[in-house]
């Protein structure tokens, strides 16, 4: 099946630094690529719609400037937190979906990021 | 904004029992996802069913959506404690390219 995996799995950082989340997919290519963050028991929230070659669409109320997104190629976004402050702590997960010629409109998610600011 | 809702938020049953989860949604979709979430963990993708289409099944799963009420539901048969875990539906709007997701209803299969 689609794998997608992130790195780092967990990172720990020390706040007003910044911290690179890789997203890949591994045996598909992606032209579309996802940025969710997850508070403890609650719902995923989309942060950014991240597209291969153009500049990612961000989602109401998130910082683009804070956190962000290259899509360089069609297996790989990074997601860069930039000067990260302990509220960015979170569980961040990527989702890709495949590249087809008819959309499928399904995600592949990785196992996601567990960003700790202290 | 975000949409979807599950319903119950929780709940709790016995092994060898049926689980079913429902899912409101508000805005015209494309197709319906139902995904599993163990905790701390990312999501696996459960299934898709399509705007067209009333009623999907995979394995111990059952999946049916209503679009004249907006609703979903997920029926889990023979549970097992296996299946404890966060369950989310997200909609895939017609003309967006985002899936939305909704707050999840976490199960509790008890052995």
């Known amino acids: 099946g689609a794998v997608v995996s992130q790195h780092p799995s967990w990172v720990i950082c020390k706040s007003g630094t910044s911290v690179k989340i890789e997203c890949r997919s591994l045996?598909?290519?992606?032209?579309?690529m996802f940025w969710y963050r997850q508070f403890p028991k609650q719902s995923l929230m989309l942060m950014a719609t991240s597209n291969e070659g153009s500049k990612a669409t961000y989602e109401q109320g998130v910082e683009k400037d804070k956190f962000l997104i290259n899509h360089a190629s069609l297996t790989l976004s990074t997601l860069t937190v930039t000067s990260a402050h302990p509220e960015d702590s979170s569980f961040y997960i990527c989702s890709a979906e495949p590249r087809g010629p008819i959309r499928s409109y399904e995600q592949y998610f990785g196992p996601g990021t567990r960003l700790t600011v202290t | 904004s975000q949409q979807g809702e599950e319903d119950p938020q929780a709940l709790s049953i016995q092994e060898g029992e049926n689980a079913t989860m429902n899912c409101s949604y508000k805005?015209?979709?494309?197709?319906l996802q139902w995904y599993r979430q163990n905790s701390g963990r990312g999501l696996v993708h459960l299934i898709l069913?399509?705007?067209?289409?009333r009623e999907k099944h995979s394995g111990r799963l059952r999946v049916t959506l209503d679009t004249s009420k907006k609703s979903s539901s997920l029926l889990i048969t023979a549970s097992r404690a296996a299946d404890t875990a966060s369950y989310f539906c997200?909609?895939?709007?017609?003309?967006?390219?985002?899936?939305?997701f909704g707050a999840g209803t976490r199960l509790f299969v008890k052995a």
């Open positions: 997200a909609t895939g709007n017609t003309g967006g390219f985002k899936t939305i």
């Open positions: 805005t015209s979709i494309n197709n």
């Open positions: 045996d598909f290519q992606a032209t579309t």
């Open positions: 069913i399509r705007s067209n289409e």
